[in-house]
């Protein structure tokens, strides 16, 4: 027998997502007119915030950092804190209000900071390994000649990994200013359209 072919589910209902978060919006409004705090976010909108930002990690542009879940959780802080600020009725391409694409382009953005933060942390950790007098911290050559002989080797070849990257790098970035140069992009649109309910 042939399978009965099952129509995909979304992990997020975008229509009942939109109407929560335009629901939410409404009565922080409210709320903040009458001077009361923020009301808590409903279980509902920060469980599909968690579950977008989820999604979009495991998308191929993310899903290999091994901060991966930091990603994550910077997003759904983002998220929980731009939830206010949504406008349901803020024009859209197909007309009709689209929480799923407005909390999803913020995640993507919070994730494209975390990986400039980390990439930034990874050059500071590679420059003070390169840059420390690990000298000092190696082991007597008069207490241990084996010891201190199998830790320098360690030290040189570490130092030669890091000189290696940075010239790696280096000719990538000749390269990409050689064959890109300044040019604009064409479209300012990211590809998340797999991500997007209709």
């Known amino acids: 027998m042939a399978r009965e072919k099952r129509a995909k589910e979304h992990y997020v ?3 009942k997502f939109t109407q929560a978060v335009i629901d939410y919006t409404r009565v922080v409004k409210k709320a903040r007119q009458s001077g009361q705090p923020d009301p808590i976010v409903p ?3 920060a ?3 968690l579950r977008m930002c989820e999604g979009l990690s495991h998308k191929s542009n993310f899903i290999r950092y091994t901060y991966r879940e930091e990603m994550v959780m910077d997003g759904v802080e983002n998220c929980l804190k731009a939830l206010a600020n949504y406008d349901g009725d803020a024009k859209t391409r197909s007309g009709n209000p689209n929480a799923f694409g407005y909390f999803t382009q913020i995640s993507w953005f919070a994730f494209l900071r975390r990986i400039t933060k980390e990439k930034k942390q990874q050059e500071l950790k590679l420059r003070f390994i ?4 690990l000298d000092e911290f190696m082991v007597d050559p008069d207490e241990d000649p084996e010891v201190a002989k199998i830790v320098r080797n360690f030290v040189d070849e570490l130092r030669r990994k890091i000189d290696d990257v940075k010239d790696k790098d280096q000719k990538f970035n000749t390269y990409r200013k050689q064959k890109i140069g300044n ?3 064409k479209s300012l649109d990211s ?3 797999e991500l997007f309910e209709e």
């Open 13 to 15: 209902d975008n229509k």
């Open 43 to 45: 279980d509902y909108i």
């Open 47 to 49: 469980s599909c915030i």
């Open 130 to 133: 390169a840059e420390s007098g």
């Open 183 to 185: 040019r604009k992009r």
């Open 191 to 193: 590809d998340l359209t």
